[in-house]
């Protein structure tokens, strides 16, 4: 009998030490903690970007001129799915795709870890490129370290080289802060040095315009969980998470990182243009840029200085200010480094958030107040005129056999003999050349079809002119080739009276260098 006793003894011992079972998380537990904490909500912050009140300032004299000013008050708020880096970077150790982070703050942009020693289930990560999927791994036991490893060796199994996406975003600052939110980042990001080189311009003769440069070489995402105890292992404890886990402090997750390069340039264009203008112009400057195309050249480079704040690629991650640049310089550093290769540092540029309760996307909500003021020159110590550019009437085109091979130019001019311009600050100047001449013997005529110039203004000052200034030549295409003066002339018109030569048809007689021509150029000015 006691032999049977200890052979049942033996076995239960076996089978007691045999037995494999491990702890077993509180997965209901844990959902419920989880979804009964909520999700970080910004839904109070409702997208738009509306005018609160407007009022025109008159007569402000703002260096030498005196404007009519328009001002218009809106008010902003943004939601933000994506959310860049902030510059003065705080996340630099929790910013990887998988780590769990309290919701608190994350609407600030600051990833607050639960930490990397609670227990974790297996993660799948999978890199995504402009060229295809990269590949995907598992982290067996996730941490920022685990992780770093496992990218890694994606990125060396499988790249060679890929070509960034890149994306271009043009907004008009009206204030540093309405930029940064549309561009998708907050203005309190830009810390010290970073904050004042990039305060905004806005005055008569300057204008502030904000362009970020986005080049992504690869995403990292991460599986989703079915339910928050997913992405826990069985060694989790509820009391782990009780510290963290609040309605007040939702637990989240970092769902995906984009690793590239953030250039963010700020143009200040200096002359009086309003911001329909000035968005327009740097649009088609740039408009070739996101299918690989070249920069248009503009007048946006002549009147405009550069600042540039580069985040990524070989400068690694502290923002750095790259101060005054020119346009060519700015043009060759987003051209640098525009492919990622595994020679390439990776940089995290943006991230999204989502809420580990319901898998939602954390929206990060901002608002803000700004003035757009839109400047309009006040005309009351001007004096404006029309000016109708007729005809050249070939009275003698001074040809003894055929008739006369014309060309011609039309100007007006200040007196400095500069020339003026009309109400969409164009060039007064209409002309043809030798190659484009216009036959026309005695008794004919040069009609302009361009001729109609409206809106110049003059200063009603003591010692203010303008010429009406007419040239025409003859081009002997068919012997030797040479051009002669057919005509010149310029009349001039002195403030106050202008001369009052006003609403009649003007015939204005061309001097020849040399030969028998006789011709006329008729034109008519209206006083407005």
Not at 316 to 340: F, H, P, R, T, V
Not at 370 to 378: F, M, P, S
Request: with cysteine; charged share 20%; net charge negative.
């Amino acid at each position: 009998m006691k032999k049977y006793l200890a052979i049942l003894i033996s076995i239960l011992i076996f089978y007691s030490c045999s037995d494999t079972t491990g702890p077993t998380k509180p997965a209901k537990d844990i959902d419920d903690l989880v979804r009964n904490a909520g999700v970080v909500n910004t839904s109070v912050v409702t997208e738009k970007d509306e005018k609160v009140s407007e009022e025109t300032q008159l007569n402000v004299l703002e260096g030498v001129k005196k404007w009519n000013i328009k001002l218009t008050k809106k008010s902003l708020a943004w939601n933000l799915d994506n959310n860049i880096i902030p510059f003065n970077n705080p996340n630099a150790n929790t910013l990887w795709a998988g780590a769990l982070v309290q919701g608190n703050e994350v609407p600030n942009g600051i990833l607050n870890s639960i930490g990397d020693n609670l227990s974790r289930t297996p993660l799948t990560i999978t890199v995504q490129s402009g060229s295809g999927n990269l590949g995907n791994n598992i982290i067996e036991k996730p941490s920022n370290a685990n992780y770093s490893k496992v990218l890694q060796d994606i990125l060396d199994k499988n790249v060679t080289k890929c070509t960034a996406k890149q994306y271009l975003t043009v907004q008009i600052a009206h204030s540093k802060q309405q930029a940064c939110i549309k561009l998708g980042f907050s203005a309190n990001w830009l810390t010290g040095s970073l904050s004042t080189n990039f305060e905004t311009n806005n005055s008569s003769e300057q204008k502030s315009i904000y362009l970020l440069f986005k080049q992504v070489y690869f995403t990292v995402s991460v599986n989703e969980p079915t339910k928050p105890s997913d992405y826990f292992g069985d060694n989790i404890k509820l009391e782990d998470l009780n510290y963290f886990v609040k309605p007040n402090n939702p637990l989240c997750y970092v769902a995906s990182v984009d690793y590239g390069r953030l250039i963010l340039v700020k143009m200040t264009y200096n002359e009086n243009i309003t911001s329909t203008e000035l968005d327009a112009k740097v649009k088609l400057a740039f408009s070739a840029y996101e299918v690989g195309g070249d920069y248009k050249t503009t007048d946006i480079e002549s009147k405009s200085t550069f600042e540039c704040l580069i985040l990524g690629g070989s400068n690694g991650g502290a923002a750095k200010a790259l101060g005054s640049m020119n346009l060519n310089g700015i043009l060759d550093l987003i051209k640098a480094e525009s492919e990622y290769t595994p020679n390439t540092p990776a940089y995290p540029i943006s991230y999204v958030v989502k809420n580990l309760a319901d898998n939602s996307i954390v929206k990060l909500g901002e608002s803000t107040e700004y003035t757009v003021k839109e400047y309009t020159e006040n005309r009351e110590d001007y004096q404006t005129f029309d000016f109708y550019l007729s005809q050249f009437n070939i009275i003698d085109d001074g040809n003894f056999w055929g008739d006369g091979k014309f060309f011609y130019k039309i100007q007006i001019i200040d007196k400095n003999g500069n020339l003026l311009k009309d109400v969409n600050d164009k060039d007064i100047i209409i002309q043809t050349d030798k190659f484009n001449y216009i036959k026309v013997g005695d008794g004919g005529k040069i009609t302009l079809t361009n001729g109609i110039i409206k809106g110049v203004a003059l200063k009603k000052q003591s010692g203010e002119q303008f010429t009406v200034s007419a040239q025409i030549w003859d081009y002997d295409a068919d012997t030797d080739l040479e051009i002669h003066q057919a005509g010149k002339q310029g009349n001039i018109y002195n403030y106050p009276s202008w001369n009052n030569d006003f609403n009649n048809w003007i015939y204005m007689n061309l001097v020849p260098d040399a030969g028998d021509y006789n011709i006329q150029f008729i034109y008519r000015i209206e006083k407005k």
